[in-house]
């Protein structure tokens, strides 16, 4: 299943891209860091909400983003399955 991860709460206002630290194909964890954002305040690392395959990259180097644009689409893996032990 797809998701597509916006940018979270940045306190209001936006910033620059300056660093990628993932790409297409990459297996990510929750809240590893996907990209840094520059604001005329602070750099942020923007963590990722959830653990997934990164399918696609909605930004690049030196776009400017604010709370809720699209940063990438992840194949979101279905949640793990419990091991039943079949009864005797």
Do not use: C, N, W, Y
């Not at 993932?22 to 923007?46: C, H």
């Not at 990722?48 to 604010?66: I, Q, R």
């Amino acid at each position: 299943m797809s998701e597509l991860i916006r940018v979270p709460d940045i306190g209001g206002g936006e910033g620059e891209v300056i660093e990628l630290m993932v790409k297409v194909g990459d297996r990510i964890e929750a809240d590893q860091s996907l990209l840094t954002l520059e604001s005329d305040k602070a750099s942020m690392e923007i963590p990722a909400p959830k653990a997934g395959v990164v399918k696609s990259l909605k930004v690049k180097l030196g776009d400017t983003l604010k709370e809720g644009d699209e940063l990438l689409e992840l194949d979101v893996a279905g949640e793990p399955r419990q091991h039943r032990p079949r009864g005797h």
